[in-house]
């Protein structure tokens, strides 16, 4: 018998052995492991090189061992292979030990796959469970150990296994889930990502938050057995409330640039097609990481302090709570994540509401007390008799607006929308780009593809053209109602209006434009004639076919974009140069070669140049104007000598903006709802986009000199005044503009100091009878499409 057993066991043995000798040679070769190169997702950074977005089904962050914290290499070893270090590919102790706990428990829960194993399936097999796959696993994992060392194969490991939420590799799932770099995560977050290899799905924390948590103590309880953690440590790690990024907030990235990052990407394809989404290309754009978070959370201020101000809609959306208050929160910590917080503006649920009291919960098992004020927006959704489905009870879903140091208040995601683009004037790049309140709710670019009236922020290029007709800043204009007669049969008289119905007589040109006077505006356009600013419009980029030549240009009756907008007040900024707005700085390839370069124009240049330098300069003081006392006053609030602007309201105030800017930087702020209405009778471009563009100038310029304007040839300075040096007073210069000349109307030092005081309570000069109709704002541009003709607009080129 025992001679049968010894010939069955040296059968058994030459067997395998001609197995082995025959299959052995025919594994596949390793070079795809030795020359590792994974699918690598587009990258977008901005020019300081903070990531903005990745695109590519698979996300991935390749990693050197050598990066990768030991606690979470000590976590990875807990929950898959405690032996690697000791083993040569198979555990043949934790073979035994599976086979003993499945035999005990009577099933197959626990298999022996050690980290080598599994690098082998996953590089060059199929997860079919066959005892053929299994065979070649194991000679491929001896074929492995053989050929590479152990931190080698732990390295491929950790930046090749699926981790969930499209993230392939440690490294980008802790970004992924925590929104940290892999060197920053503690044990309780290790162990957590340890965890989930295992069954991605099963065990993600985002969609099963309970099932996760069980996996997570399991290997915290591993490596406090493995002495990889102390008491304390694990002890800490057991009670630590994780916080996910991907559950709490809309956006996975340390910059908030997915308008931006949607435009990269556009380009990118373009140039590379699919191919982008799996090379590792990356594209480095313009952006400032600090300025463009600025912009995003200036533009969100205030299209969230406008919120608070309008008719509450009610709840987005009601759960069904139980009665006991523990067993209700585990629902609401649930529930909650399906309606991702916008930074300050968070997601909560109704506990319990009555007129004088709502309390809300977040899930975290704290009540939030909203009283008074803080609830006044919803105060009609209050009341017992309001409609079921629109009013404030338990489980009803909500938003409060949380801020350092104020009580949170009751309020609502906006439906209005806004803008705010930056640009160098020196050179055309975007230094940072707002396109909307949140990419996730609309992804349409309200930065580059909207169509919109500028209102009275379009003034400027009137007067700008006027300059070279001898019009100067002491020019005495008649701000009193002007009619225009129709010029057709059954159509309606022009009477065009100032925004607050005031008017302020004979006045000079400065104080008109600081004022934004209507009736000042058209009666220098009636003089310059409509053609003539037209062609002038050119000259900062505007198409002609956006400015048509009427009397109502002078109110802003054209069609532009906050980009286009940015890309003509730079011309102002930067001394008289054309620069073309672009937002790509370089593309590199997957091995760091750079395969593109912006290439700008630039101030300085001759050939870029388009008005005079003296037409910019005199422009910077009427500009200048606007701030120091006229309807950007707020703009003060910097400090700084050197910044100038102009409000915009349109007719109806449709939209309000603010263009404003300092030698260096440009900056356009837009607010407007999608389909034009009337933003409120009192809201205008210094009420509304002003303070978006001032907190962010605040950051944009925190260290910036202040810049003096320096008097370029041409110019002659009379009775504390800058003039053309040919249209001085008395010597070419023109005197009045509709004033009659009987001497009756010329201003008295009464309506000089009365539109100084309008610096404090003058409107923003932009009502008027309707001019021409009105763009909608879904209405594509030329900056709609981003073809290849585009990314010579993001290159600069």
């Given at each position: 018998?025992?001679?049968?057993?010894?010939?069955?066991?040296?059968?058994?043995?030459?067997?395998?052995?001609?197995?082995?000798?025959?299959?052995?040679?025919?594994?596949?070769?390793?070079?795809?492991?030795?020359?590792?190169?994974?699918?690598?997702?587009?990258?977008?950074?901005?020019?300081?090189?903070?990531?903005?977005?990745?695109?590519?089904?698979?996300?991935?962050?390749?990693?050197?061992?050598?990066?990768?914290?030991?606690?979470?290499?000590?976590?990875?070893?807990?929950?898959?292979?405690?032996?690697?270090?000791?083993?040569?590919?198979?555990?043949?102790?934790?073979?035994?030990?599976?086979?003993?706990?499945?035999?005990?428990?009577?099933?197959?829960?626990?298999?022996?796959?050690?980290?080598?194993?599994?690098?082998?399936?996953?590089?060059?097999?199929?997860?079919?469970?066959?005892?053929?796959r299994k065979f070649y696993e194991v000679l491929l994992s001896y074929k492995i150990e053989a050929d590479l060392s152990k931190d080698k194969i732990l390295e491929l490991y950790i930046n090749q296994i699926y981790l969930g939420q499209r993230a392939y590799g440690f490294s980008a799932a802790s970004q992924i889930y925590f929104g940290k770099r892999l060197q920053d995560i503690d044990p309780a977050e290790a162990a957590m990502l340890a965890g989930?290899?295992?069954?991605?799905?099963?065990?993600?924390?985002?969609?099963?938050?309970?099932?996760?948590?069980?996996?997570?103590?399991?290997?915290?309880?591993?490596?406090?057995?493995?002495?990889?953690?102390?008491?304390?440590?694990?002890?800490?790690?057991?009670?630590?409330?994780?916080?996910?990024?991907?559950?709490?907030?809309?956006?996975?990235?340390?910059?908030?640039?997915?308008?931006?990052?949607?435009?990269?990407?556009?380009?990118?394809?373009?140039?590379?097609?699919?191919?982008?989404?799996?090379?590792?290309?990356?594209?480095?754009?313009?952006?400032?990481?600090?300025?463009?978070?600025?912009?995003?959370?200036?533009?969100?201020?205030?299209?969230?302090?406008?919120?608070?101000?309008?008719?509450?809609?009610?709840?987005?959306?009601?759960?069904?709570?139980?009665?006991?208050?523990?067993?209700?929160?585990?629902?609401?910590?649930?529930?909650?994540?399906?309606?991702?917080?916008?930074?300050?503006?968070?997601?909560?649920?109704?506990?319990?509401?009555?007129?004088?009291?709502?309390?809300?919960?977040?899930?975290?098992?704290?009540?939030?007390?909203?009283?008074?004020?803080?609830?006044?927006?919803?105060?009609?959704?209050?009341?017992?008799?309001?409609?079921?489905?629109?009013?404030?009870?338990?489980?009803?879903?909500?938003?409060?607006?949380?801020?350092?140091?104020?009580?949170?208040?009751?309020?609502?995601?906006?439906?209005?929308?806004?803008?705010?683009?930056?640009?160098?004037?020196?050179?055309?790049?975007?230094?940072?780009?707002?396109?909307?309140?949140?990419?996730?709710?609309?992804?349409?670019?309200?930065?580059?593809?909207?169509?919109?009236?500028?209102?009275?922020?379009?003034?400027?290029?009137?007067?700008?053209?006027?300059?070279?007709?001898?019009?100067?800043?002491?020019?005495?204009?008649?701000?009193?109602?002007?009619?225009?007669?129709?010029?057709?049969?059954?159509?309606?008289?022009?009477?065009?209006?100032?925004?607050?119905?005031?008017?302020?007589?004979?006045?000079?040109?400065?104080?008109?434009?600081?004022?934004?006077?209507?009736?000042?505006?058209?009666?220098?356009?009636?003089?310059?004639?409509?053609?003539?600013?037209?062609?002038?419009?050119?000259?900062?980029?505007?198409?002609?076919?956006?400015?048509?030549?009427?009397?109502?240009?002078?109110?802003?009756?054209?069609?532009?974009?906050?980009?286009?907008?940015?890309?003509?007040?730079?011309?102002?900024?930067?001394?008289?140069?054309?620069?073309?707005?672009?937002?790509?700085?370089?593309?590199?390839?997957?091995?760091?070669?750079?395969?593109?370069?912006?290439?700008?124009?630039?101030?300085?240049?001759?050939?870029?140049?388009?008005?005079?330098?003296?037409?910019?300069?005199?422009?910077?003081?009427?500009?200048?104007?606007?701030?120091?006392?006229?309807?950007?006053?707020?703009?003060?609030?910097?400090?700084?000598?050197?910044?100038?602007?102009?409000?915009?309201?349109?007719?109806?105030?449709?939209?309000?903006?603010?263009?404003?800017?300092?030698?260096?930087?440009?900056?356009?702020?837009?607010?407007?709802?999608d389909q034009p209405k009337n933003l409120g009778n009192r809201e205008t471009g210094g009420g509304l986009a002003l303070p978006i563009w001032l907190d962010y100038m605040k950051v944009a310029l925190k260290d910036a000199p202040v810049k003096p304007q320096v008097v370029p040839p041409g110019v002659t300075f009379v009775n504390d005044e800058y003039y053309y040096s040919e249209f001085t007073p008395g010597n070419g210069g023109i005197e009045k503009?509709?004033?009659?000349?009987?001497?009756?109307?010329?201003?008295?030092?009464?309506?000089?100091?009365?539109?100084?005081?309008?610096?404090?309570?003058?409107?923003?000069?932009?009502?008027?009878?309707?001019?021409?109709?009105?763009?909608?704002?879904?209405?594509?541009?030329?900056?709609?499409?981003?073809?290849?003709?585009?990314?010579?607009?993001?290159?600069?080129?």
């Amino acid at each position: 018998m025992l001679m049968v057993l010894v010939g069955l066991g040296l059968a058994g043995a030459l067997l395998v052995g001609t197995a082995l000798a025959l299959v052995y040679p025919k594994l596949p070769d390793l070079a795809s492991l030795t020359d590792y190169r994974p699918k690598v997702p587009l990258r977008v950074l901005t020019s300081d090189g903070e990531l903005i977005a990745e695109f590519g089904e698979e996300r991935r962050r390749p990693v050197d061992i050598s990066q990768v914290p030991l606690v979470m290499q000590h976590a990875i070893l807990a929950a898959e292979d405690d032996r690697f270090y000791e083993h040569g590919g198979i555990d043949y102790l934790g073979v035994v030990r599976a086979a003993l706990s499945n035999l005990i428990h009577g099933g197959k829960g626990q298999g022996a796959s050690t980290i080598t194993m599994q690098v082998a399936r996953n590089f060059f097999l199929s997860r079919e469970k066959t005892w053929t796959r299994k065979f070649y696993e194991v000679l491929l994992s001896y074929k492995i150990e053989a050929d590479l060392s152990k931190d080698k194969i732990l390295e491929l490991y950790i930046n090749q296994i699926y981790l969930g939420q499209r993230a392939y590799g440690f490294s980008a799932a802790s970004q992924i889930y925590f929104g940290k770099r892999l060197q920053d995560i503690d044990p309780a977050e290790a162990a957590m990502l340890a965890g989930l290899p295992k069954a991605p799905s099963a065990y993600n924390p985002i969609v099963n938050p309970k099932r996760a948590k069980l996996r997570q103590e399991y290997v915290l309880n591993r490596m406090h057995e493995l002495k990889y953690i102390t008491d304390d440590q694990y002890k800490q790690a057991l009670t630590e409330k994780l916080v996910y990024r991907g559950k709490r907030s809309a956006s996975l990235y340390p910059v908030d640039a997915d308008y931006a990052a949607e435009m990269a990407r556009q380009a990118a394809v373009e140039m590379y097609g699919d191919e982008a989404y799996t090379a590792g290309i990356t594209v480095i754009t313009t952006l400032k990481a600090k300025e463009q978070n600025a912009a995003q959370t200036a533009l969100r201020d205030g299209l969230e302090e406008y919120e608070t101000r309008q008719y509450y809609r009610g709840p987005e959306g009601f759960i069904e709570l139980p009665d006991d208050a523990a067993k209700a929160e585990e629902v609401i910590a649930d529930s909650i994540g399906d309606y991702p917080d916008y930074d300050e503006l968070q997601s909560a649920v109704v506990l319990s509401a009555t007129p004088q009291e709502v309390d809300v919960s977040r899930g975290a098992g704290d009540v939030i007390k909203l009283t008074g004020k803080n609830i006044k927006p919803a105060e009609s959704w209050l009341n017992p008799r309001a409609p079921s489905n629109k009013r404030l009870k338990r489980g009803a879903v909500v938003r409060i607006l949380v801020k350092d140091g104020q009580d949170p208040i009751l309020t609502q995601i906006p439906e209005v929308q806004g803008a705010l683009v930056s640009l160098d004037s020196h050179n055309g790049a975007i230094r940072a780009l707002a396109g909307g309140f949140e990419y996730s709710l609309n992804k349409f670019n309200h930065v580059t593809q909207s169509t919109r009236q500028p209102g009275s922020s379009f003034k400027p290029f009137v007067y700008s053209a006027s300059l070279e007709k001898g019009v100067t800043p002491t020019t005495i204009i008649n701000d009193e109602p002007i009619s225009f007669p129709a010029n057709t049969p059954g159509g309606k008289d022009w009477n065009p209006k100032n925004y607050d119905n005031k008017y302020d007589g004979p006045m000079l040109m400065r104080d008109g434009l600081a004022h934004s006077k209507n009736m000042v505006s058209i009666r220098i356009l009636q003089y310059i004639t409509p053609a003539y600013a037209q062609q002038w419009a050119t000259r900062f980029g505007f198409d002609p076919a956006d400015v048509p030549p009427y009397l109502t240009m002078a109110l802003g009756a054209i069609t532009t974009n906050p980009l286009q907008m940015a890309s003509a007040y730079s011309v102002f900024s930067n001394g008289g140069y054309r620069i073309k707005p672009y937002l790509i700085e370089k593309i590199k390839d997957g091995q760091g070669r750079i395969v593109a370069q912006a290439r700008p124009a630039v101030s300085g240049d001759e050939a870029n140049r388009v008005i005079d330098a003296r037409n910019a300069f005199m422009m910077q003081r009427l500009l200048r104007g606007v701030v120091e006392h006229g309807t950007g006053v707020r703009a003060k609030a910097l400090g700084r000598d050197d910044i100038m602007g102009k409000t915009g309201t349109t007719n109806d105030s449709h939209d309000a903006w603010f263009a404003g800017f300092n030698p260096d930087l440009v900056a356009i702020a837009w607010v407007g709802y999608d389909q034009p209405k009337n933003l409120g009778n009192r809201e205008t471009g210094g009420g509304l986009a002003l303070p978006i563009w001032l907190d962010y100038m605040k950051v944009a310029l925190k260290d910036a000199p202040v810049k003096p304007q320096v008097v370029p040839p041409g110019v002659t300075f009379v009775n504390d005044e800058y003039y053309y040096s040919e249209f001085t007073p008395g010597n070419g210069g023109i005197e009045k503009l509709g004033v009659k000349n009987d001497g009756g109307d010329i201003p008295s030092l009464f309506n000089f100091l009365k539109g100084l005081g309008n610096a404090i309570t003058g409107g923003d000069g932009a009502k008027t009878s309707p001019p021409a109709p009105h763009s909608d704002n879904n209405t594509p541009s030329k900056f709609d499409k981003q073809g290849p003709d585009q990314i010579e607009k993001l290159f600069g080129r």
